[in-house]
């Protein structure tokens, strides 16, 4: 595996950055998950251009361009020769001195990291997962808006481990009001009445790419979309649930704590956009390599 480090290619156990880097420090920093299909990067410009607005929110300059940013990614998938995988591009802050002044970080880090990866089992796909409601709450988006994909995880790692100690697959975070956010890594919909329903990022969700490309997909299939405050309650009540991530795909959610959603199975719904991305993301684009 080679990493990309302020674009120089680095085997993993040579990959070293400083341990005065802030993003170590204080979470300072942006990061983006992207996925490879068939030696095509997915969705690269709208992830490049979710990272500069992260950026901007944060006040931090990146230090190369679009279309920079844009051929070192694809350099790294290329050195590694990755067909299928995943991208983690990683933005920090940089080297300072201690202390929460951002400013005295002369210049950010970028890093590229290009690897493997199998989020869920394929069975989960076919039979759809059980999640559970964390105690862990979802920052207040007046706090830090919920748009900014930082690497401030913290909350989602403490309502994952409450997921892993109940034995479900992942959790469901409510915001401070007690109505739907998100799941740790990826986003909630609900389909009742042949409505796509999906909280705001106001709710606190992030406005992710895959969740993006399902409301594309749902458009060109006649079916009607929705963005509203979502309760648990209809959550349990819905016709059927899934999530989508960049990692996770579309998956179907079958059971909240406890209570079977729907006839407990993947719905049709579900099936047909699951299907949909598939087909989309395996042609999509051209060939890096």
């Known amino acids: 595996m080679l990493i990309s480090i302020d674009g120089q290619l680095v085997p993993r156990a040579e990959a070293r950055i400083s341990v005065f880097d ?7 920093g942006i990061f983006e998950g992207i996925r490879i299909y068939n030696r095509r990067i997915f969705r690269l410009d709208a ?17 190369m361009d679009r279309a920079a940013l844009a051929e070192a990614v694809r350099a790294t998938v290329r050195a590694n020769r990755q067909e299928n995988g995943y991208i983690r591009l990683v933005v920090t802050r940089g080297e300072g001195p201690l202390g929460l002044d951002p400013t005295t970080c002369a210049r950010p880090c970028v ?3 290009v690897a493997a990866l199998a989020v869920y089992p394929a069975e989960h796909y076919a039979s759809g997962i059980r999640v559970v409601t964390a105690a862990t709450r979802q920052v207040p988006a007046a706090s830090v808006d919920p748009r900014i994909k930082s690497l401030n995880y913290l909350k989602n790692v403490l309502a994952r481990l409450e997921a892993h100690e109940a034995g479900a697959a992942e959790a469901l975070m409510l915001n401070p009001e007690g109505f739907v956010a998100e799941c740790t890594a990826d986003n909630v919909f609900a389909v009742s009445g042949g409505r796509i329903l999906t909280p705001p990022a106001t709710d606190g969700a992030l406005d992710g790419i895959t969740g993006g490309v399902i409301h594309e997909l749902a458009l060109a299939a006649g079916l009607t979309w929705e963005e ?5 309650y209809d959550l349990f009540v819905a016709d059927e ?8 795909e579309v998956i179907p959610m079958v059971c909240l704590d406890g209570r079977r959603i729907g006839t407990g ?3 049709p719904i579900t099936q047909r956009l699951s299907a949909a991305f598939r087909e989309l993301a395996a042609h999509e684009g051209d060939s890096v390599f």
Not at 47 to 63: D, M, Y
Not at 228 to 232: H, K, M, Q, S, T
Not at 241 to 248: H, I, Q, S, Y
Request: proline letters at 5%; glycine letters at 14%; one cysteine or more.
């Open 22 to 28: 802030h993003g170590l420090l204080y979470g300072d």
């Open 47 to 63: 992830h490049l251009a979710r990272l500069e607005a992260s950026a901007h929110a944060i006040g931090l300059t990146l230090p």
């Open 111 to 113: 890093i590229i990291i």
């Open 228 to 232: 509203r405050r979502l309760a648990r």
């Open 241 to 248: 649930c899934f999530l989508t991530g960049t990692g996770a």
């Open 265 to 267: 199975h993947p719905g």
